[in-house]
């Protein structure tokens, strides 16, 4: 499986919305839970949204719940995380990631569990 995730990164003012996405490449891609994550400077890499294989599930972490919103096209091969509200502590690189073997309903997403990984997208809150 493979992801890229070049498209909707950049600067925002606070309050703005930014929306990431993510093509998926590879067999069975419907097989697998997609998440994302984050990394902000100087900080470990943290769970922030889960979706689940049919789209129909989905998990947040309680810093981005009614902010951010995730989702899949799985005809489109595409993932999503659109981003309103935005705040300076929501400046990171975010990543998106895949699990094969999680359970069929979205949750909490390790760094340990995921099996692939796209490239970062770089997203930064002014204030």
């Known amino acids: 499986l493979r992801f890229s995730c070049r498209r909707g990164g950049g600067l925002v003012q606070a309050g703005g919305s930014l929306r990431l996405s993510c093509a998926v490449f590879?067999?069975?891609?419907?097989?697998?839970?997609i998440g994302w994550f984050r990394q902000a400077p100087g900080k470990e890499r943290e769970f922030v949204a889960a979706?689940?294989?049919?789209?129909?599930?989905?998990h947040y972490v309680d810093s981005v719940k009614g902010r951010f919103t995730i989702s899949r096209d799985n005809a489109e091969n595409t993932v999503y995380l659109q981003m309103n509200s935005l705040k300076p502590e929501d400046t990171a690189v975010y990543y998106c990631?895949?699990?094969?073997?999680?359970?069929?309903?979205?949750?909490?997403?390790?760094?340990?569990?995921?099996?692939?990984w796209g490239e970062g997208t770089l997203v930064t809150v002014s204030s």
């Open positions: 990631a895949a699990d094969r073997d999680g359970p069929a309903a979205a949750g909490s997403l390790y760094l340990n569990e995921m099996d692939y």
């Open positions: 590879g067999r069975n891609q419907r097989s697998y839970i």
């Open positions: 979706v689940s294989r049919s789209g129909a599930s989905i």
